[in-house]
């Protein structure tokens, strides 16, 4: 009985998010009720309030979901890391799916803020042992990558691919460098 409610939880989840996504390519976040999510999802609000408590959660969760595998380049304490998921910027730049709810100026910081929250422990476990920089240092750069990448991927998010690599590449220099910058000696 059990693994028969945890496919219905799941379906139900995944229903009520993809209802966001859905509203989300024609209406701004704000405007988005739980009301219109239960409609588009086709679930009454006491089964929408089994599962969340609001339209943020759903977001949130919806944010999990993009991010399970994406990893945070360039630098020498990610390379390895990324050949086995999505470096984020070509994922914002690229994902079709996610483009309404990433590229949303008024969700940017709450985006950025999950964001930093997924990656900061990955980070700065792999930099303290490579970096002289403090964990306040090390978080700056974090968030100075974030929102650069975030930055680049909005404004060459209708750049052709060649002109995508070539601007990306040249970031990714720019990072790893000033990351080697600061390696331990």
Same mark, same amino acid.
């Given at each position: 009985?059990?693994?028969?409610?945890?496919?219905?939880?799941?379906?139900?989840?995944?229903?009520?998010?993809?209802?966001?996504?859905?509203?989300?390519?024609?209406?701004?976040? %704000? $405007?988005?009720?739980?009301?219109? /999510?239960? #409609?588009?999802?086709?679930?009454? &609000?006491?089964? +929408?309030?089994?599962?969340? !408590?609001?339209?943020?959660?759903?977001?949130?969760?919806?944010?999990?979901?993009?991010?399970?595998?994406?990893?945070?380049?360039?630098?020498?304490?990610?390379?390895?890391?990324?050949?086995?998921?999505?470096?984020?910027?070509?994922?914002?730049?690229?994902?079709?799916?996610?483009?309404?709810?990433?590229?949303? %100026? $008024?969700?940017?910081?709450?985006? /950025?803020? #999950?964001?930093?929250?997924?990656? &900061?422990?990955? +980070?700065?476990?792999?930099? !303290?042992?490579?970096?002289?920089?403090?964990?306040?240092?090390?978080?700056?750069?974090?968030?100075?990558?974030?929102?650069?990448?975030?930055?680049?991927?909005?404004?060459?998010?209708?750049?052709?691919?060649?002109?995508?690599?070539?601007?990306?590449?040249?970031?990714?220099?720019?990072?790893?460098?000033?990351?080697? $910058?600061?390696?331990?000696?």
């Amino acid at each position: 009985m059990k693994r028969s409610n945890d496919r219905r939880t799941a379906y139900t989840r995944s229903v009520i998010k993809e209802a966001l996504l859905a509203l989300k390519r024609t209406v701004p976040f %704000d $405007a988005i009720t739980v009301s219109a /999510l239960c #409609r588009e999802a086709g679930v009454h &609000r006491g089964t +929408f309030y089994l599962h969340y !408590r609001n339209t943020m959660e759903v977001l949130d969760e919806l944010l999990d979901d993009a991010l399970e595998n994406v990893c945070l380049p360039p630098g020498p304490a990610q390379e390895s890391d990324c050949r086995l998921g999505y470096p984020l910027c070509r994922f914002m730049r690229e994902s079709d799916r996610y483009r309404p709810v990433l590229m949303d %100026d $008024a969700l940017a910081a709450h985006i /950025l803020a #999950r964001i930093f929250e997924r990656f &900061r422990a990955p +980070f700065l476990a792999a930099m !303290r042992p490579r970096s002289a920089l403090t964990d306040e240092q090390l978080e700056a750069i974090l968030h100075f990558q974030l929102h650069g990448c975030f930055a680049i991927s909005k404004r060459c998010g209708g750049c052709g691919d060649e002109r995508w690599r070539g601007v990306q590449d040249a970031v990714d220099r720019f990072v790893r460098g000033g990351l080697a $910058a600061s390696a331990r000696e």
